[in-house]
């Protein structure tokens, strides 16, 4: 029976926030934004600072900054998210897994809009449109959301304010492997930059599920 149970054990792989950008392994502006992007960690906190500007993570391309590691197979990603700059409504922070760092590449994301919208937005095929599913506006808060990716399935949840995680939604995705898994912030205008915190931030490998007998 011991051996039974310890064959049965699954642990998941967390990834210590060590390097210079933490959990994290680079920082890029995607799509050339015409004002540049950043991300800052800080170790004493293992809190993110990340600046980005950029016309949005839609349509059929996208301008953003962006903070990744490359990883396989099954996922997590959980942060909390306060965004500190003010500016249009739709500016938004998202937890992402994408394809490639091209302006047209395949996505998924999990965005918490400033106005309180969340939404899954996803692009299936390179240069494709994007696409969304939309829930109800909650206003302005402070956001712990979390993303996981089992096989094709990813499931989302979110709470504001310190509430409980609630189940969003789910979507099916063939992003394949390996993905580029990370956090993004756009301001949704080229003429200005959007300013987000993320805390507590968690990314975890998680085990592929034993076969059934």
Do not use: C
Request: no cysteine.
């Amino acid at each position: 029976m011991r051996e039974l149970l310890l064959t049965g054990l699954f642990v998941a792989t967390s990834f210590a926030e060590t390097g210079k950008f933490g959990s994290f392994t680079d920082s890029n502006d995607v799509g050339a934004p015409p004002l540049k992007g950043s991300a800052e960690f800080t170790a004493s906190t293992g809190q993110y600072k990340i600046t980005g500007s950029g016309s949005d993570i839609w349509g059929k391309a996208d301008q953003f900054h962006y903070i990744w590691r490359e990883m396989s197979g099954n996922v997590s990603v959980t942060a909390t998210v306060k965004f500190l700059t003010e500016g249009v409504a739709h500016r938004k922070a998202v937890l992402m897994l994408r394809k490639s760092l091209d302006t047209d590449s395949p996505f998924v994301h999990l965005a918490i809009h400033a106005d309180g919208t969340p939404a899954i937005q996803f692009r299936n095929t390179k240069a494709d449109n994007t696409n969304t599913v939309d829930f109800p506006m909650e206003g302005p808060g402070i956001w712990n959301l979390k993303l996981v990716r089992q096989g094709t399935s990813i499931t989302v949840w979110i709470a504001k304010d310190g509430a409980p995680l609630r189940e969003l939604g789910h979507t099916i995705n063939q992003l394949g492997s390996p993905i580029l898994l990370g956090l993004g912030v756009s301001s949704h205008t080229k003429e200005a930059t959007n300013t987000v915190l993320f805390s507590d931030v968690s990314v975890e490998q998680l085990p592929t599920p034993a076969a059934k007998p």
